[in-house]
């Protein structure tokens, strides 16, 4: 609960995960090493769809807009443009973040853990 207080805090106050500073600096090759619980779901080349949409230029699009993936309801009605502060919030609490949508994932509680996915995302959904 704290912490999720504390991730929501930094998410409302626009800092995201991007500030970077010595004990928070995130690390992409962790994040690479992370994305293994993603990927099983998630591929990163464009149109590769699985159990989970491909997130190939996953920065910049509209949730639920994926080509040729069919998305929840409640993952299209979000409408939310991915950037770092949302997508870090859906994948810490992705039932919290979104009630209703399929992605069958407990969340990831470790905000370090969660910047350094992002920051490998950042480069591999380009
Ligand atoms: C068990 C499979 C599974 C796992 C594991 C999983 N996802 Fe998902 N993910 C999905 C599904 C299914 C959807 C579509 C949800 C919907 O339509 O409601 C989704 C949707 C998403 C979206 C929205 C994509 C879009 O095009 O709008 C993002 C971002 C995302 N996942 C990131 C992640 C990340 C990062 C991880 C690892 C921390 C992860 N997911 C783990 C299945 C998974």
Redesign the pocket.
Known sequence: MLRSLTLATALSLGLGFAVPGPAQAADAAAGQKA?A??R???ALEAGKNG???S?KG?FG?K????AG?K??D??VAKGVV?DEAS?AA??ADPKGY?PG?????PG?KKESEVAD?IAY?KEATK
Do not use: D
Request: proline share 3%.
């Open positions: 994305y619980k993603c099983v779901c998630h159990v989970g949409p997130l996953l699009r949730s639920g807009t994926g993936f998305y929840s409640a993952m991915w997508i859906y994948i979104i949508n399929k992605m069958i994932f990831i996915i995302l």
